[in-house]
């Protein structure tokens, strides 16, 4: 697992299958249930049914990111979210939606925008799935709240699943 703003710009892709399965967990590790990108990441790289799949930790989504999609063939994106019931999971796929606002050359960027990055600058299309757990604090800290702790097995099962269907070697 990389960690931190710097790890996906400064991973080679070493180690992991070209056009295998990345997944980007992003949040701020600072504010409470937004951390749950760093909890998420830390058991997804350790889950043996994700062996051969790159998984990476950011703050946030960057341009930068766009060439290591560029180079999967499956993309799962999972983050922390406002708008749903704290601790519920959702995943949705991401079709060729087009970004919000245009801006997909900003230092932040959302799961739109970066696909259309790696797709305009790569031609990429890999599959992508966004999986969320909906926040219920987001007040500076580093703990979860309990429900998304709970949560936190369910979303694991969702990604791995999401992963298997994929069929990534495992």
């Not at 949705?92 to 050359?105: F, N």
């Amino acid at each position: 697992m990389d960690a931190g703003d710097g790890g996906a710009s400064g991973e080679s892709g070493a180690g992991r299958d070209a056009g295998g399965a990345l997944v980007i967990c992003y949040g701020s590790a600072l504010r409470s249930d937004d951390g749950l990108g760093w909890h998420a990441a830390a058991r997804l790289a350790e889950d043996p049914r994700l062996k051969g799949a790159q998984v990476l930790w950011q703050q946030q989504l960057t341009p930068e990111l766009a060439v290591d999609v560029s180079h999967a063939s499956l993309v799962v994106l999972v983050d922390a979210s406002v708008g749903e019931q704290a601790g519920a999971i959702s995943v949705r796929r991401l079709l060729d939606e087009a970004p919000a606002d245009g801006s997909a050359w900003s230092h932040h960027l959302g799961p739109a925008e970066l696909i259309a990055l790696a797709r305009e600058l790569w031609g990429a299309s890999p599959s992508v799935f966004v999986v969320s757990v909906g926040a219920a604090n987001l007040d500076v800290g580093e703990s979860l709240s309990p429900a998304v702790e709970q949560a936190l097995p369910g979303l694991v099962d969702a990604v791995a699943a999401i992963v298997a269907a994929h069929g990534q070697p495992g």
